[in-house]
């Protein structure tokens, strides 16, 4: 079975500035990654997701994320953060082939101050 | 294209009633999944369709959640009787699986109080 671990619960930063969320996962076989976004009262949005290919993926809202297969990692970035990025931020994993549910990890508040 | 359609988005009941939970897949799509969020927990997948088949039940938490799809354009979740530790955001999504990683869109979720 697969695993998703966010290790950051709450992630406070100011406008403008750059923000790193970190993803790790844990699988014994191949997976595909996703990164969806939540914000107040709403559901789940996709921003990204990496199946194949190259390992950076770009999403909306100029996020991108970096699959590090070594590492076990997904970790998403933005390199200047808005106001209207106040939301929360889940990782997931399914694994390649048949299946396809997805694993969520537990997610991480991003809360950008003015 | 109207997404994915959920109703209610809000309910409250009693503990011991029951409770029914709808959802509309995105026309064409083929998979449909139903998600409880709770602050404990996170997400969690309870069950989900190909198909209109169920696939997956190993999420339900036990015999008083069933989900049913009908047809490909309708799904229930139904809670009886309904207990204060089922409180959560139910969230529907659907899909159209292809090759694999296929993006789930999710529903605006409801809200469920059992007092």
């Known amino acids: 079975a697969q695993s998703v671990t966010q290790l950051d619960s709450q992630v406070p930063v100011f406008e403008e500035a750059p923000v790193e969320l970190r993803c790790n996962y844990s699988?014994?076989?191949?997976?595909?990654l996703f990164w969806y976004v939540q914000y107040p009262n709403q559901g789940l949005q996709l921003l990204l997701k990496y199946l194949s290919g190259s390992t950076l993926v770009k999403g909306i809202n100029g996020f991108e994320a970096e699959f590090n297969k070594s590492q076990t990692s997904f970790h998403l970035r933005k390199p200047s953060v808005h106001i209207s990025d106040t939301a929360e931020y889940f990782c997931?994993?399914?694994?390649?082939?048949?299946?396809?549910?997805?694993?969520f990890g537990s997610g991480t508040q991003l809360t950008v101050l003015p | 294209d109207a997404g994915v359609i959920q109703s209610p988005r809000h309910e409250v009941t009693e503990m011991g009633q029951e409770v029914t939970l709808r959802c509309k897949p995105i026309?064409?799509?083929?998979?449909l999944f139903w998600y409880r969020q709770t602050m404990m927990r996170g997400l969690e997948l309870l069950i989900y369709f190909n198909n209109n088949v169920p696939i997956d039940d190993s999420g339900m938490p036990e015999d008083r959640f069933s989900a049913k799809m009908p047809n490909a354009s309708f799904s229930t979740l139904k809670i009886q009787p309904s207990e204060p530790r089922d409180s959560a955001v139910y969230f529907c999504?659907?899909?159209?699986?292809?090759?694999?990683?296929?993006?789930?869109?999710f529903g605006p979720g409801t809200r469920l109080l059992v007092l």
């Open positions: 999504a659907s899909s159209l699986p292809r090759t694999g990683g296929e993006t789930q869109y």
């Open positions: 997931a994993v399914t694994v390649t082939g048949s299946a396809r549910q997805l694993t």
């Open positions: 699988s014994s076989v191949s997976v595909y």
């Open positions: 026309s064409g799509h083929n998979s």
